[in-house]
């Protein structure tokens, strides 16, 4: 496949190109700062330096045209609310728009585990960050794309296990860089996991395990319990499967 990594020097950017290359994908990571040329370039992935924030419609779609997949790891990183709102919203959804358009096959977007669903106050330093992500991700789920929408938890730099604990029911929780690093990588390719939002945090159950058990469920089947330390939980009531 050929992959674009829109924030290609945030952390689990750098940690999924060279997953996705040493897996035989064609990567293009695109940068802002031309100083990050290098740190990009050793992952293996191609680098395109371009300012998201800055592009209108018609550049966007250059910029992802002749692609088979965007994955959108891109943020403002805090700062000022105008630019968590130009990059994390408006950029965001000026790209899925430009997928569309170009005819790119999948988006794969990694959000928060809150988003859409926390009630954070405005005078809360979150406050703007969590509208700019549900609006991206609400604009996905009405996209005609196939999408894959990844919320973790609370990002640590914990050594990645392979496992995690995923569904509705979870709201927090330390959530490895590398263990998201590890889903990404697996989902980007997945087309049976078409219009299906993943919250998760570290756990308990193989990343891999987990993407046949929602996928089986996306597809109608009947799936096993998700497993998280010595609790056995229902999945049925709890993975979160937003299904166009």
Do not use: C
Not at 33 to 49: I, K, L, Q, W
Not at 186 to 193: A, I, K, P, S, Y
């Amino acid at each position: 496949m050929r992959i674009m990594i829109i924030g290609g020097h945030g952390q689990i950017a750098l940690l999924t190109a060279p997953r996705l290359v040493r897996g035989g994908h064609h990567v293009t990571s695109v940068v802002r700062n031309p100083d990050h040329v290098a740190d990009v370039e050793a992952t293996g992935a191609r680098v395109v330096v371009q300012d998201v924030e800055a592009l209108d419609a018609s550049g966007t779609r250059e910029l992802v045209r002749g692609e088979d997949a965007i994955i959108w790891a891109a943020g403002a990183g805090g700062g000022s609310p105008e630019r968590t709102y130009t990059v994390d919203r408006d950029a965001a959804i000026r790209t899925i728009d430009a997928s569309v358009e170009v005819g790119v096959g999948r988006f794969v977007m990694v959000s928060y585990a809150g988003s859409g669903r926390d009630n954070v106050a405005e005078d809360n330093p979150l406050y703007t960050y969590a509208q700019a992500k549900a609006a991206a991700d609400g604009h996905l789920h009405r996209a005609a794309v196939n999408w894959t929408i990844l919320g973790p938890a609370q990002l640590t730099d914990d050594v990645r296990t392979g496992r995690i604990g995923y569904g509705d029911h979870v709201v927090k929780g330390d959530t490895s860089r590398g263990n998201v690093a590890e889903l990404v990588a697996g989902v980007v390719g997945r087309t049976d996991l078409a219009g299906v939002t993943i919250r998760f945090r570290d756990g308990t159950t193989a990343v891999w395990e987990a993407m046949e058990s929602m996928a089986r469920r996306a597809a109608g089947n009947p799936v096993a319990v998700a497993r998280e330390g010595h609790r056995v939980i229902a999945a049925a009531p709890q993975l979160a499967l937003e299904t166009r």
